[in-house]
């Protein structure tokens, strides 16, 4: 379990997150999304002790990470594939991690096997590709077998087949019990792997909501054409639906699926030309929530002088 | 506190530039072993008069030179390595006790370094006392007693100076400034100290951490101009750079986001 509590953190002047509040719960993948420079790695940063909170509070299993004796074996957290020293061999690597948490050796070579690099256990990490890297720091979170895990951005730089292994190592680990917090800037690879998602903008809690809850409130009621729209509108309207004019003509009706006005219309003989659901994507969800946060926005037009 | 010591000591010995800082000092342990053979074909050479005045440097000069060298880079490259590729944060989530940690990287550094310049200076002075044998070289003819004296403060500066770079590169964080500094302290503070007016030139030649170590326990044989401090006094200013660095650094690093 991971709490955040009125976490704010300022670097000089900037505020990169701003009485941020969320819990992540146990035995779910939880997306932490937000666009760049949100304060996402910020926010982990914060939880694993590595920045000091301007105020609040961010836990883990209701204590302070600094307070963990051997934190590897609570926490497994991959923050940036590419913090490795290239001299060292990649098993190595995993040795003193698992050493200063006194975790035995033979973890390691499990751990290795587990993300496919044993072929390559005896090879220094500066040779890695950015997807070895990737599976690297993930073997090194998994070391201490721990109830949290935190990615930070897991799919960059892997390719289709790592990116799907990715994907069903988190599930797995969620269906294990465990709690799982990745962070992204893509909502259609959150769409594919979280239960929930955290959405912050401006160091800001935007959305604590589940994937389906988004995708609800997102859906834009259903676009209906008919030559006969003051009839249609008032049937749909007795039976519950709210009806809204378009200027061309046409309705927008919520509160009604498609089967229940296409049922409607033919029970009263009011004969329909279009029946369009119109339910939003949750990336265009994501879009739209987002949009007033976006650090580095381009200018959609650009006035002629 | 164990796990922390092992662990940095682990990483310590699988980094590649430990590798050639050990090999540097290795390299320049035979050279001491090939300036004493030269001292000796030398001293073969000279006539009775000359070999009266004549005066060599000892055995372990080679690595009276270079160890505060291996000294610096080791010591800045301890933490400092880790910042330029971000691994610090790999290793303050795994040890997130800053003290705790701070104390592990600075004792393996300091311990390594110090093993290693005692081990190599043994070696070195040794064979080459062999290889001069009873030839009558004042720098190799000194009581046993004082040429280990010599070499075990030798070594001790070496740790020192170790500690005294490491403490620096948790606080400068960047491992071209740490050496820069370092080596400014060993080799230009002394020739702008020289430019002072007497007697202040030589007072604070002495008290550099580079010259510190021929006047707590000099070379036997030598003659002087190794400085003015007395040997408790250049102890003493010896731990204060120790402690002012070490704390110093300490402070940075436990206050400071990673």
New interface residues.
């Given amino acids: 379990m991971i709490e955040v509590r009125e976490l704010t953190k300022r670097y000089g002047g900037t505020t990169a997150v701003d009485h941020l509040s969320f819990v992540v719960r146990p035995g779910t993948v939880t997306g932490f999304l937000g666009p760049n420079g949100a304060g996402k790695s910020t926010t982990m940063?914060v939880l694993?002790?590595?920045?000091?909170a301007t105020s609040g509070a961010a836990l883990v299993n209701g204590d302070r990470?600094?307070a963990?004796r051997?934190?590897?074996r609570e926490v497994g957290?991959l923050?940036?594939a590419?913090?490795?020293?290239?001299?060292?061999?990649a098993f190595?690597h995993l040795?003193?991690?698992a050493?200063?948490?006194?975790i035995g050796a033979r973890r390691v070579t499990e751990v290795l096997e587990q993300v496919g690099l044993a072929g390559v256990a005896r090879k220094r990490v500066g040779g890695f590709s950015l997807g070895m890297r990737q599976r690297l720091g993930i073997a090194?979170a998994l070391l201490g077998d721990p109830g949290v895990l935190m990615f930070d951005e897991p799919v960059n730089g892997l390719d289709p087949d790592g990116v799907r292994w990715i994907r069903e190592l988190m599930r797995a680990l969620a269906a294990d019990g465990r709690t799982v917090l990745i962070s992204s800037h893509l909502m259609s690879e959150m769409e594919l792997t979280a239960d929930r998602l955290v959405i912050i903008g401006r160091g800001r809690l935007i959305a604590d909501t589940s994937v389906r809850e988004l995708a609800d409130r997102f859906r834009r009621g259903v676009l209906v054409r008919s030559p006969r729209p003051a009839e249609l509108t008032a049937a749909l309207t007795a039976a519950g639906g709210a009806v809204e004019p378009m200027p061309d003509g046409a309705v927008t009706v919520t509160g009604l699926d498609v089967a229940a006005i296409g049922d409607m219309a033919a029970a009263r003989g009011i004969p329909l030309y279009e029946v369009t659901s119109h339910s939003a994507s949750l990336e265009e969800a994501y879009m739209e929530l987002t949009a007033d946060s976006t650090e580095f926005g381009a200018p959609l037009e650009r006035q002629a002088s | 506190m164990i796990d922390a010591f092992a662990a940095e000591w682990y990483k310590l010995r699988t980094v590649r530039s430990t590798v050639a800082i050990l090999g540097t000092v290795a390299g320049f342990m035979l050279l001491c072993l090939v300036w004493s053979w030269y001292v000796a074909r030398y001293w073969d050479g000279l006539s009775a008069a000359r070999r009266a005045t004549a005066q060599a440097a000892a055995a372990e000069q080679p690595l009276a030179v270079s160890l505060p060298v291996c000294a610096v880079v080791l010591g800045a490259l301890a933490l400092t390595s880790e910042y330029s590729s971000g691994m610090n944060r790999t290793t303050l989530a795994a040890l997130p006790r800053r003290p705790t940690l701070f104390a592990a990287k600075a004792g393996v550094a300091g311990a390594l370094m110090l093993v290693a310049a005692l081990a190599s200076l043994a070696v070195g002075s040794g064979a080459g006392h062999v290889i001069v044998g009873d030839r009558a070289v004042p720098t190799f003819q000194g009581p046993a007693a004082d040429v280990a004296a010599h070499l075990l403060w030798l070594g001790l500066t070496t740790a020192a100076i170790t500690l005294v770079t490491f403490g620096l590169g948790a606080v400068l964080r960047s491992t071209a400034g740490t050496i820069t500094a370092g080596m400014a302290i060993l080799f230009v503070l002394p020739a702008l100290a020289q430019l002072l007016p007497g007697p202040w030139d030589e007072r604070v030649w002495s008290a550099l951490p580079g010259n510190l170590s021929n006047q707590i326990a000099g070379t036997p044989g030598s003659s002087g101009g190794h400085g003015v401090l007395d040997p408790p006094v250049a102890v003493a200013v010896l731990v204060a750079y120790v402690v002012v660095a070490l704390g110093a650094g300490a402070y940075s690093f436990a206050r400071r986001d990673a």
């Fill in positions: 940063r694993l002790g590595l920045d000091k990470y600094t963990l051997r934190p590897m957290a923050l940036d590419g913090a490795v020293q290239g001299g060292r061999r190595d040795g003193w991690l050493r200063s948490n006194g090194a």
